[in-house]
């Protein structure tokens, strides 16, 4: 009866028909609708609502603030420590702090971009609803929380991989713009040349897809390759004084060598048992389920996973960083499961976020904190200009334990134990770190036997004891104690110990 009369669900004056015509219109307007309410859009920027950005950079930066804790050297070996006397310069300041927060901060920035972009993404090809769950994923992501705000490569390859995803000419997407997704995946390319793995499958399936494939490789592929390359090739004649490809380097050092081992191998099925869980974490029972429930279309994404980690098995060196790219694909199909829930959807939501919360609070002020608080006491005998003159520092630890002058910023003599990889193919080469620790005490002593004793030395704990005799004998004080780590492990040890030597 309701059905029928004009206070129901028809309108008076208008046939069922007519009306269910209307609704159709009004059902596919939604899958292009921003989240606002009813449908409607906010004032925009960059494309999306503008509370929804905001939102995300202030996740972001917060983010930044809230990881004070060291990854890996390369976050601070292959950025910070090459060019932190070029940035201040460009900057026209001199502080440390700066130089330290700064690219952290627009490295945050642009992860909340890449975040915004992931969220417009499957907006566009889905709905609303569905991109919303993505977009939660996202941010609760206990690893993302961990390395997007660090200033790694792996970082930047990750976030190039999202904007040149939004371009990709998935089925439905309205984004599509085969000139951009290209150049953003050549220049991820020519930051880290792996950034290609994952995109191989979805190249090959692009180049299968188009009718004009001709077009594709004379307009697109062959202009974007030279442009990037021919701008890569220049940059690296200026600071090598040399022509140099450096991604064949890459290429040859990594691969055909495969002298990544130097740093630590791992067995082939490391990734599937280790890597790819850890980074997953909570993530990965809705990881498995939105991969049986994605539609079929995003098989592409599964198969660019499974790809890239199979690739990264046949290499020997294996890090969780190195699989970090595809953490947003995975995220899609964890998305897709939360959207799919039909019962205890909000113990779903409550079980992501809390488990996911404790992870990256601890891994982002607790864990591995040490190599950086203690550069902060190194810093500290740059603020007396009177230190400099008869200062020095000498960093017993691991290899690359710690920042260096990136985090000091003065012309204070500072050493620390080298481990370049030996390039002869020597199967008995040892570095100098290996050296100091088959026998620190005997190390120390011949090294120092007629030699200027540092006045200042920084080492694991576990070290203490074993060169004690050497402390005392040479009048060293332990001046600073900073935690590192609960979870010490062979020359890692749970804290960090600063000597001084007594001045006479």
């Known amino acids: 009866m309701r059905a029928g009369g004009g206070g129901g669900f028809f309108p008076r004056g208008r046939t069922r028909s007519a009306d269910t015509v209307r609704l159709r219109k009004r059902k596919s307007a939604l899958y292009g609708a921003a989240p606002g309410a009813g449908g409607e859009r906010g004032p925009d920027l960059i494309g999306e609502n503008i509370y929804l950005v905001l939102f995300t950079i202030t996740l972001r930066v917060l983010n930044c603030f809230l990881v004070q804790t060291s990854f890996v050297p390369d976050e601070y070996w292959q950025s910070l420590e090459v060019a932190h006397h070029m940035f201040l310069q460009l900057l026209a300041k001199d502080d440390v702090q700066l130089l330290i927060w700064i690219p952290r901060l627009v490295q945050a920035l642009l992860s909340a971009l890449a975040d915004v972009k992931l969220y417009s993404l499957v907006r566009h090809l889905e709905t609303a609803e569905t991109a919303k769950w993505v977009y939660l994923c996202q941010l609760c992501s206990w690893f993302t929380w961990y390395c997007c705000t660090r200033t790694l490569t792996n970082t930047m390859e990750t976030v190039l991989t999202i904007f ?12 599509k713009s085969s000139c951009k997704y290209l150049t953003l995946v050549t220049l991820a390319f020519i930051i880290r040349p792996t950034a290609v793995i994952p995109w191989i499958p979805l190249v090959l399936r692009h180049f299968w897809q188009e009718q004009k494939k001709a077009d594709l490789v004379l307009y697109s592929y062959i202009p974007v390759g030279l442009v990037i390359l021919g701008i890569s090739l220049i940059i690296d004649r200026v600071f090598f004084g040399e022509w140099i490809l450096v991604q064949l380097k890459f290429l040859k050092f990594n691969v055909l060598q495969n002298l990544g081992t130097f740093y630590g191998s791992h067995p082939w099925h490391w990734y599937l048992t280790q890597g790819l869980p850890v980074i997953l974490g909570t993530h990965l029972p809705f990881f498995i389920h939105g991969c049986i429930q994605a539609p079929k279309r995003y098989r592409i994404f599964l198969v660019v996973v499974v790809w890239t980690v199979l690739v990264y098995s046949m290499l020997s060196h294996k890090e969780f960083r190195f699989i970090y790219p595809i953490l947003p694909f995975c995220m899609v199909f964890c998305g897709y499961s939360l959207k799919q829930l039909k019962t205890w959807k909000k113990s779903a939501i409550t079980f992501l976020l809390l488990s996911n919360l404790l992870p990256a609070l601890y891994t982002g002020l607790i864990h591995q904190r040490g190599s950086l608080d203690v550069m902060m006491h190194m810093q500290q005998l740059c603020n007396n200009s009177s230190n400099q003159s008869w200062a020095s520092v000498f960093i017993m630890m691991p290899c690359h334990s710690t920042p260096f ?5 003065c012309p ?5 134990l080298r481990c370049p990889p030996d390039l002869t193919g020597n199967e008995s080469y040892l ?6 620790y088959s026998n620190p005490l005997k190390w120390l002593n011949e090294e120092f036997y007629n030699g200027t004793l540092p006045t200042h030395l920084v080492f694991f704990s576990v070290l203490e004891q074993e060169i004690s005799s050497f ?4 009048g060293y004080e332990k001046t600073a104690t900073v935690f590192h780590t609960h979870m010490p492990q062979g020359r890692i040890g749970s804290h960090i110990y600063v000597y001084a030597r007594r001045v006479k």
């Not at 002058?405 to 910023?409: A, P």
């Not at 570095?431 to 100091?436: G, L, R, T, Y």
């Not at 402390?471 to 040479?474: K, T």
């Open 405 to 409: 002058y990136s985090h000091v910023h």
């Open 471 to 474: 402390l005392a004998l040479n």
């Open 412 to 416: 204070l003599p500072m050493r620390f």
């Open 431 to 436: 570095d100098e770190a290996d050296i100091f």
């Open 164 to 175: 040149a995803l939004f371009y990709y000419p998935m089925e439905g997407s309205k984004t």
